[in-house]
């Protein structure tokens, strides 16, 4: 089931089912800021990542001695959520262990999403409570993918990506899914990235955070049009788009865990990048992206 949020600048439209954005439409002008979900080239919106952020080796874990087995990104972008709370200008929606994910991740847990609008902002935010005895070990992030407007005048390549604070960062790149992390290496993210479709040939582009309160902004030198996120606190943000089939949209990624490494040893105690909580503990996280049309400046 879908549901509403708005105010005079932006209407957000997020589904139940993996309490994923399905639609960010500008009011001004009526433009569409999320990719519209083409199922021959990516057919999500902005899904949510949980329990774990990317691929594990064989897709396949172990804890305790148990062997388990879990797909990309997780199973909640798959699953129905509870619609915990709404507003006029907040949704939060919940999800809690079942049978079912107790076969493929063996822990309690309560995960919440919620969205909430500032102006011309949407803050997108996850709470995961351990519910549980023991500790729980997790990952979590979000998967925006954001439309180009091209047009007769406007191609792919007119876009670009640009950071703040502009300074090199931390890259790490993919192999067969996982991360090679001793190739790792600074990329020039000090300057403006052009969007392209070969951008993206070796997979996500995969980003070390050093510091918080960075911003990630799709740019173009032909209109005002912008979008910004800032990936607040996330220690990971990955940048992707399909290849090779490619269409006009880029997804930035704040992440709060990463992809297996490509010499990971398939333990979730020893997986990188994982958060860990104590029995009734809470881990709350979250990024804010803003939308701006040709006619609405920031």
Same mark, same amino acid.
């Given at each position: 089931m879908d549901y509403t949020i708005e105010n005079e600048i932006i209407k957000v439209t997020v589904s139940s089912t993996g309490a994923e954005i399905q639609s960010i439409v500008g009011k001004h002008i009526g433009n569409e800021y999320i990719w519209q979900a083409d199922p021959e080239i990516w057919g999500r919106h902005a899904p949510v990542l949980f329990p774990i952020v990317g691929k594990l080796k064989n897709d396949e874990y172990s804890y305790q001695g148990k062997t388990y087995h879990l797909g990309q990104h997780g199973f909640a972008r798959n699953m129905e959520f509870k619609l915990e709370e709404q507003t006029k200008e907040k949704l939060t929606f919940l999800l809690t262990d079942t049978p079912e994910t107790l076969e493929v991740y063996p822990f309690h847990f309560e995960f919440r999403v919620s969205y909430e609008l500032l102006n011309n902002m949407v803050k997108e935010s996850f709470k995961v409570t351990n519910t549980g005895d023991g500790d729980i070990i997790f990952g979590v992030g979000g998967h925006p993918g954001f439309n180009l407007p091209v047009d007769d005048q406007v191609k792919k390549e007119d876009f670009y990506l640009q950071t703040s604070p502009a300074k090199p960062r931390v890259q790490v790149p993919l192999e067969n899914g996982c991360l090679n992390w001793d190739k790792r290496s600074l990329a020039p993210t000090e300057t403006m990235i052009t969007i392209t479709d070969d951008l993206f040939k070796n997979d996500a582009l995969v980003y070390l955070m050093r510091h918080p309160n960075n911003k990630f902004s799709i740019k173009t030198d032909t209109s005002r049009f912008h979008i910004n996120v800032r990936t607040d606190s996330a220690p990971y943000v990955g940048v992707w788009s399909q290849y090779p089939k490619t269409a006009n949209y880029v997804c930035i990624e704040p992440w709060w865990g990463i992809a297996d490494t490509t010499d990971a040893d398939g333990d979730? *105690?020893?997986?990188? @990048?994982?958060? +860990?909580?104590?029995? @009734? *503990?809470?881990?709350?996280?979250?990024? +804010?992206?803003?939308?701006?049309?040709p006619v609405h400046a920031e």
């Amino acid at each position: 089931m879908d549901y509403t949020i708005e105010n005079e600048i932006i209407k957000v439209t997020v589904s139940s089912t993996g309490a994923e954005i399905q639609s960010i439409v500008g009011k001004h002008i009526g433009n569409e800021y999320i990719w519209q979900a083409d199922p021959e080239i990516w057919g999500r919106h902005a899904p949510v990542l949980f329990p774990i952020v990317g691929k594990l080796k064989n897709d396949e874990y172990s804890y305790q001695g148990k062997t388990y087995h879990l797909g990309q990104h997780g199973f909640a972008r798959n699953m129905e959520f509870k619609l915990e709370e709404q507003t006029k200008e907040k949704l939060t929606f919940l999800l809690t262990d079942t049978p079912e994910t107790l076969e493929v991740y063996p822990f309690h847990f309560e995960f919440r999403v919620s969205y909430e609008l500032l102006n011309n902002m949407v803050k997108e935010s996850f709470k995961v409570t351990n519910t549980g005895d023991g500790d729980i070990i997790f990952g979590v992030g979000g998967h925006p993918g954001f439309n180009l407007p091209v047009d007769d005048q406007v191609k792919k390549e007119d876009f670009y990506l640009q950071t703040s604070p502009a300074k090199p960062r931390v890259q790490v790149p993919l192999e067969n899914g996982c991360l090679n992390w001793d190739k790792r290496s600074l990329a020039p993210t000090e300057t403006m990235i052009t969007i392209t479709d070969d951008l993206f040939k070796n997979d996500a582009l995969v980003y070390l955070m050093r510091h918080p309160n960075n911003k990630f902004s799709i740019k173009t030198d032909t209109s005002r049009f912008h979008i910004n996120v800032r990936t607040d606190s996330a220690p990971y943000v990955g940048v992707w788009s399909q290849y090779p089939k490619t269409a006009n949209y880029v997804c930035i990624e704040p992440w709060w865990g990463i992809a297996d490494t490509t010499d990971a040893d398939g333990d979730l *105690e020893h997986k990188k @990048g994982m958060n +860990r909580i104590k029995s @009734g *503990e809470t881990f709350d996280a979250s990024f +804010r992206m803003s939308f701006h049309s040709p006619v609405h400046a920031e």
